[in-house]
């Protein structure tokens, strides 16, 4: 059996559930040795519970506090001897208005979805550096096309598009490639969540679900399956791109 991360180092957040749980679960597979960083302590200690000790580490870290950071990626590099791979999958989502969107939401926002991939990647930086790794930031397809109710959001998630783009050109030097994922809807707690909130669910999941050329929302294994692309060498030409994996709706 082939395996396209076979011994690869990869510090994967967001890694306790939806798209960064799925990506967890495909890496190993794929022969990498995993740290997996989340604020989300039960949901690590769940997911240690289901892997052999060897191919996953944990670490509990809030990628928005920049010394929690620099200590679990220290950590997780350290049980590794070193980072091949990184993966900034952690996110959060908001719904409103900019008539009731307050400025703690909307810091919120900014802290969680760039400014913590941004602290995340300079902790790993050094590592990835020896390595000459690979880096793939989970954006979204609200990134590149513009979802109603979602200033906060939208603007986060082409910041970090952006921020993956100028990296790459810089990173380059030394061998790191910086790629960048924009998902569709994909059923996880943070898609759930948003639909299971609105006043009409079915109506909700329905809008959402016709949006997509494919007509139907994404399993994260689907999302996972192109990270993996863009960390293994068979993506070894691709840097500095933001692609849509997202059943047809940004046509990007
Ligand atoms: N689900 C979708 O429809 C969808 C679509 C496009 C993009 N995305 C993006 O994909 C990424 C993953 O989303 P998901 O749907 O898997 O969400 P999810 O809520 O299922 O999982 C997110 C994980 O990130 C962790 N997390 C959140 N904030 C954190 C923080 N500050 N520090 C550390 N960990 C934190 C959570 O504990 C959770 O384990 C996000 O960046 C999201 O914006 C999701």
């Known amino acids: 059996m082939s395996r396209a991360l076979r011994g690869r180092r990869i510090l994967i957040t967001g890694a306790a559930k939806g798209i960064g749980l799925a990506t967890v679960e495909r890496f190993i597979t ?7 960083l989340d604020r989300d302590e039960v949901a690590l ?3 240690r ?24 990626v220290a950590a997780g590099a350290e049980a590794l001897g070193g980072l091949d791979g990184l993966v900034n999958a952690a996110g959060i989502d908001l719904i409103a208005s900019i008539e009731t969107m307050t400025l703690a939401d909307w810091n919120r926002i900014i802290a969680v979805n760039l400014t913590g991939p941004m602290l995340v990647t ?16 989970v954006s979204s397809g609200a990134g590149l096309s513009p979802l109603k109710h979602r200033t906060a959001y939208c603007a986060s998630k082409a910041g970090l598009q952006m921020a993956g783009k100028a990296l790459a050109m810089e990173a380059a030097e030394f061998g790191i490639r910086v790629n960048t994922i924009c998902p569709g809807a994909v059923e996880t707690e943070l898609f759930r969540s948003s639909i299971d909130t609105a006043p009409d669910p079915q109506a909700a999941y329905e809008t959402v679900r016709a949006r997509y050329a494919l007509q139907r929302i994404a399993a994260p294994e689907e999302i996972a399956a192109a990270i993996l692309w863009l960390t293994s060498a068979e993506s070894s030409y691709v840097t500095g791109t933001a692609i849509a994996v997202d059943g047809g709706r940004t046509f990007h």
Do not use: C, K, M, W
């Open 45 to 47: 200690a769940a997911l």
């Open 49 to 72: 519970g289901r892997f052999a000790a060897g191919s996953l580490d944990t670490a509990e870290a809030d990628v928005t506090e920049p010394e929690a950071v620099s200590a679990a």
């Open 30 to 36: 794929e022969g990498a040795r995993v740290v997996a």
């Open 122 to 137: 300079q902790a790993a930086y050094p590592h990835l550096r020896a390595a000459g790794g690979t880096i793939v930031n």
